[in-house]
T-cell receptor, first 115, second 115 residues
Framework: EAGVAQSPRYKIIEKRQSVAFWCNPISGHATLYWYQQILGQGPKLLIQFQNNGVVDDSQLPKDRFSAERLKGVDSTLKIQPAKLEDSAVYLC?????????????FGSGTRLTVV | AQTVTQSQPEMSVQEAETVTLSCTYDTSESDYYLFWYKQPPSRQMILVIRQEAYKQQNATENRFSVNFQKAAKSFSLKISDSQLGDAAMYFCAYRSVYNNNDMRFGAGTRLTVKP
């Protein structure tokens, strides 16, 4: 089966600019996650979708971050305006089982550098 | 809140030898899932092995096995017959069965395999 697709692979922007990341999960996976992985740290959950509804966005900085999942399939994560501390790898993951108890399938991530 | 600790930022092993990566976690829950993920330079998180807390038997996947000590809240990963392709970041992760959200990751251990 095809994996989780993410684009772009790399992005460099100046602070205060906006940026968007795209994720296409594995077909049939109802649950989609966005993680932020700062250099030297483990991934941290930003938002979780079940189909096209938000299950948890408690750790999403809503003053600058937003996310949507179109028709319960593709998802877009946006940052506006970006700050230097947003430099990180943004990972998208999906799971077939809602609770993800069988583990998630991750994409290769987008490395964001804010200068 | 659950926390995951990986006390070894870096480890190295000689090719064909065995190495053990450590992980401890803190939780008040009685049932949960534990995972080890591998992250090569490609950045994609790859599921290595999964353990269900209610199962006493340690999980094994080919050259990978775990030592799950529930009372001690310890979940170490043993890699036997190490190969050059095993070189990567390894992340330990905790997933609650009571909470639909937030797979929590440790900070990771960078494994180097010496030829």
């Amino acid at each position: 089966e095809a994996g989780v697709a993410q684009s772009p692979r790399y992005k460099i922007i100046e602070k205060r600019q906006s940026v968007a990341f795209w994720c296409n999960p594995i077909s049939g996976h109802a649950t989609l996650y966005w993680y932020q992985q700062i250099l030297g740290q483990g991934p941290k959950l930003l938002i979780q979708f079940q189909n096209n509804g938000v299950v948890d966005d408690s750790q999403l900085p809503k003053d600058r971050f937003s996310a949507e999942r179109l028709k319960g399939v593709d998802s877009t994560l946006k940052i506006q305006p970006a700050k230097l501390e947003d430099s990180a790898v943004y990972l998208c993951a999906s799971s077939l089982v809602p609770q993800g108890t069988y583990g998630y399938t991750f994409g290769s991530g987008t490395r964001l550098t804010v200068v | 809140a659950q926390t995951v600790t990986q006390s070894q930022p870096e480890m190295s092993v000689q090719e064909a030898e065995t190495v053990t990566l450590s992980c401890t976690y803190d939780t008040s829950e009685s049932d949960y899932y534990l995972f080890w993920y591998k992250q090569p330079p490609s950045r994609q998180m790859i599921l290595v092995i999964r353990q269900e807390a209610y199962k006493q038997q340690n999980a094994t996947e080919n050259r990978f096995s775990v030592n799950f000590q529930k009372a001690a809240k310890s979940f170490s990963l043993k890699i036997s017959d190490s190969q050059l392709g095993d070189a990567a970041m390894y992340f330990c992760a905790y997933r609650s069965v009571y909470n639909n959200n937030d797979m929590r990751f440790g900070a990771g251990t960078r494994l180097t395999v010496k030829p």
